[in-house]
């Protein structure tokens, strides 16, 4: 139906993903030379005649199907992602996007292949939902790489991927997991969120389903909730069937939202970059901690992965603390005046949050050696963000002595 691509821009794989961010899916032209597009509030869209209606002879048909909003941000996301997209679909959440994905591709009788380090709700939804459905997971080490073969059955239908694990960390060898499974017959989806296509591209790996929670950096803002997924020309059909049949639309303003916070991804992406390693590094030399799990620090694991396939790094990486109470670190986070203590990240304001990964994991032991917490950091000064840190080591080691 969406078929008048002549209004999209030509796909500029030369120019570098800074201009893209900026130049992508916009049309002025076709909205009065306004640089931004309307923001379509939808449902009915009138036809000229009975037969026309009958007929759906019209480029948009109804609210839900789509407008010129929604089709501003696919085209622009598509052009992000890169020649191996064939299209995006727009969802009210990013687990709305995850559980999508997944629905776009398993049939009853099917198995599915999901990493141990996969974002907990995706796993609920596999566990709680999918199961229901006639429909298996088998959760496997991030780490396995091309062996994920091993564990293909007749009627393994996916592998689901998510890289870094985004509490744990671990970087999956992305390449050598998709080429296995496309020897198998098995399907690739991949939660990219960490990354976003400004710093990987999952789907010129060979990946067929890019899940991102646009609620995270796309927005920016940490005021929208808003999920895609992206489908190489394989995958592409039954996404978008299964989002047409099922319903699913995103909200007029809250596409507008994850618009406007694109066009600044690239700017903020490398702040979030910056300050980040800038941050873990002084942590790294910290008495109190005992690791720091960021990708793209010498000392992290998966750090080589990252160096052959990503081009950078978000805000977001976590810390192992040396053995302390639960209070001791309750009173380190309680202390940040600067972090909030919440979940989500990608907005511009740094976060700290406790987590354990013990009750989750049924593939891989966690077993990190000490209490272990997430950051998230912001747009804030890092000298700023430094000494809240400060405040936090020292109510630590107040709380430690008791
Ligand atoms: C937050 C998050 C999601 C879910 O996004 P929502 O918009 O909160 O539903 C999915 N994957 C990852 C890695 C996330 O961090």
């Known amino acids: 139906m969406n078929d008048n691509s002549d209004r999209r821009n030509p796909l500029h794989p030369s120019r570098r993903s800074e201009t893209r961010v900026v130049t992508a899916g916009r049309d002025p032209a076709s909205y009065h030379g306004f640089v931004n597009p309307p923001v379509y509030h939808a449902s009915t869209v009138l036809y000229?005649?009975?037969e026309d209606y009958v007929a759906h002879r019209?480029?948009?048909q109804y609210g839900r199907r789509g407008t010129p909003t929604t089709e501003a941000l696919e085209w622009a996301l598509q052009e992000l992602e890169g020649p191996n997209c064939a299209g995006v679909a727009l969802l009210p959440s990013g687990l709305a996007a995850i559980s999508t994905a997944l629905l776009s591709v398993v049939h009853a009788g099917d198995h599915?292949?999901?990493s141990d380090s996969a974002y907990t709700p995706a796993r609920n939804f596999c566990d709680k939902i999918l199961t229901r459905?006639?429909?298996?997971?088998?959760?496997?080490?991030?780490l396995i790489g091309g062996a994920i073969a091993e564990l293909c059955r007749p009627n393994t239908r996916a592998v689901y991927l998510e890289s870094p694990g985004s509490l744990s960390f671990e970087m999956q060898d992305v390449p050598a997991i998709a080429q296995a499974a496309h020897g198998k017959g098995v399907i690739v989806l991949m939660d990219?969120?960490?990354a976003s296509p400004l710093y990987y591209r999952p789907l010129d790996a060979g990946v067929d389903l890019v899940i991102q929670a646009g609620t995270k950096y796309i927005g920016g803002h940490s005021d929208v909730m808003l999920g895609t997924v992206s489908a190489n020309n394989a995958a592409l059909a039954s996404l978008k069937d299964t989002v047409r049949l099922s319903g699913l639309c995103e909200g007029p303003d809250d596409v507008y939202l994850g618009l406007r916070g694109l066009r600044t991804l690239a700017v903020r992406l490398d702040r979030h970059y910056k300050s980040g390693l800038a941050v873990a590094r002084w942590l790294e030399q910290r008495p109190e901690v005992l690791r720091v799990l960021h990708p793209a620090m010498d000392s992290h694991l998966g750090h080589a992965i990252w160096k052959r396939?990503?081009?950078?790094?978000?805000g977001l990486f976590s810390i192992v603390l040396k053995p302390v109470s639960q209070t001791a670190v309750y009173a380190f986070l309680d202390a940040l005046e600067l972090f909030g203590i919440g979940a989500s990240w990608g907005g511009y304001e740094s976060l700290a949050i406790p987590f354990d990964c013990t009750p989750t994991r049924t593939a891989t032991r966690w077993a990190p050696g000490g209490p272990t917490v997430r950051f998230h950091i912001g747009l804030e000064a890092v000298d700023d963000l430094i000494a809240d840190l400060e405040r936090g080591f020292a109510a630590l080691a107040a709380a430690a002595r008791g």
Request: aromatic letters at 18%; a negative charge; proline letters at 7%.
């Open 309 to 314: 396939d990503f081009t950078g790094a978000c």
């Open 58 to 60: 019209a480029r948009y």
């Open 133 to 142: 459905l006639g429909v298996t997971t088998t959760y496997y080490d991030p």
């Open 192 to 194: 990219n969120t960490w």
């Open 112 to 114: 599915l292949l999901v």
């Open 48 to 50: 000229p005649t009975a």
